[in-house]
């Protein structure tokens, strides 16, 4: 599967490489393994496992209704963000 149209490999950076983020940052909170190989839509390789990283809310402008944490999904190879979801279950 061919890269993305309009994205550089300039766009994601790790966060260590970003300026003026002091913190140590951990790989991942957790790993799942995939039922089923997929592909990843950003750099295309096969993977089986998805790395699951936490969003802490540092900084907001407004009173805000939004979660103070989140979660997002990310691909274990070039750690783009991969639309998915956690439940339950």
């Known amino acids: ?3 993305l149209t309009g ?3 300039d766009a994601v ?3 260590a490489a970003v300026e003026g983020l002091e913190e ?3 790989d991942s909170d957790a790993e799942y393994t ?3 190989a997929a592909s990843c ?3 295309g390789e096969t ?3 998805l790395r699951v990283i936490r969003l ?3 900084r907001v402008n407004f009173v805000s209704t939004l979660p103070r944490r989140g979660r997002v999904l990310a691909c274990p190879l070039c750690r783009a963000v991969i639309s998915g979801e956690l439940t339950i279950g």
Do not use: A, G, H
């Open 24 to 26: 140590v940052v951990r």
């Open 41 to 43: 839509p950003r750099c």
């Open 56 to 58: 802490l809310r540092t």
């Open 34 to 36: 995939l039922e089923y």
């Open 1 to 3: 599967m061919p890269k």
């Open 47 to 49: 993977i089986k496992t």
């Open 13 to 15: 950076k790790p966060l």
């Open 7 to 9: 994205m550089s490999d």
